[in-house]
């Protein structure tokens, strides 16, 4: 079993791959950016996700990219922050004047347990078998890795790191 969180990075690149899977252009703010006004001024028109990781630390500003979000219909701002940093993103969207009910905040997830896992990894792949009991243990840290892997399985394909070992 690997130690570790639940990974917020893999969770938002994997809505990012799902947003352009349906046609949406997504944009990833590089660490240490300034998200001033005037690099808000510059994102491209149209359908467009805007994903901050990291949006707890104090040095990332939030308030022009949230007020861009306040006029711009088709801008979503996606922000990946710890746990902790949950009510400094949402001051920051406080002082933009930015309506709370447009903040979604989703819940910490807890860790699955065993069986969890396990129904997981089954219901992913769509059998229940050693080769997802296998799968359920390898990844009982990320129920994200889980569920891609169980999905992988589905199709006849083993997953990167895990190939061999789930065969």
Do not use: C, W
């Not at 997830?109 to 769509?126: V, Y």
Request: hydrophobic share 45%.
């Amino acid at each position: 079993m690997k130690l570790g969180g639940i990974d917020k990075t893999r969770l938002v690149r994997a809505l990012a791959e799902s947003a352009q899977a349906r046609g949406r252009n997504v944009l990833f703010a590089r660490p240490g950016i300034t998200l001033d006004a005037a690099a808000v001024a510059q994102l491209p028109e149209g359908d467009l996700v805007v994903i901050v990781d990291d949006a707890h630390q104090t040095d990332v500003v939030l308030g022009p990219l949230l007020a861009a979000a306040l006029s711009r219909r088709n801008l979503t701002v996606v922000l990946g922050t710890r746990p902790g940093g949950v009510e400094y993103v949402r001051a920051t969207a406080i002082r933009t004047d930015l309506d709370l009910s447009q903040l979604a905040v989703l819940p910490n997830l807890p860790a699955l347990g065993e069986d969890d896992g396990l129904a997981l990894a089954a219901l992913a792949a769509g059998e229940d078998s050693e080769r997802t009991r296998r799968l359920a243990h390898a990844t009982a840290d990320s129920p994200l890795e889980t569920v891609v892997g169980g999905r992988l399985l589905a199709r006849g394909e083993s997953g990167e790191g895990t190939g061999e070992a789930l065969r």
